[in-house]
């Protein structure tokens, strides 16, 4: 198994851009498909963005399609998430999650490793 440990969170402005990054610890995270997904008070957890085991293939939600970006370097055990024209909806704790399923898993149930999350705030 994994355990993410997310970083990078923080406060910034409505357009403005930030950078998570999601570092494992126990297998190699070459194993695993991996995740970031956040959640807003008082909503469901909402899927964010996937990556492949290699990073040949990525996928992203309908609300951050074409502003955030997804990465990983397996060799430093780490993927990263950068934000790019935040929004105030935008505002949610951020996680990093890692999956067994190979297949593009978009559902915060087909993920098995969790971290704790990061808090990202976007003023406008």
């Known amino acids: 198994q994994v355990q993410p440990v997310e970083s990078g969170g923080g406060q910034a402005q409505a357009g403005g851009s930030l950078i998570l990054s999601c570092v494992t610890s126990?297998?190699?995270?070459?194993?695993?498909?991996m995740g970031w997904f956040r959640q807003a008070p008082g909503k469901e957890r909402e899927f964010v963005a996937f990556?492949?085991?290699?990073?040949?293939?990525?996928e992203y939600g309908d609300s951050v399609r074409g502003r955030f970006t997804i990465s990983r370097d397996n060799t430093k055990n780490t993927i990263y998430l950068q934000m790019t024209a935040l929004k105030p909806e935008d505002t949610a704790v951020y996680y990093c999650?890692?999956?067994?399923?190979?297949?593009?898993?978009?559902?915060?149930?087909?993920?098995?490793?969790w971290g704790q999350g990061t808090q990202v705030t976007v003023s406008s």
């Open positions: 999650a890692g999956s067994n399923q190979l297949h593009m898993p978009v559902r915060a149930s087909q993920y098995d490793y």
């Open positions: 126990g297998r190699s995270m070459s194993l695993y498909s």
């Open positions: 990556i492949s085991w290699m990073g040949g293939s990525t």
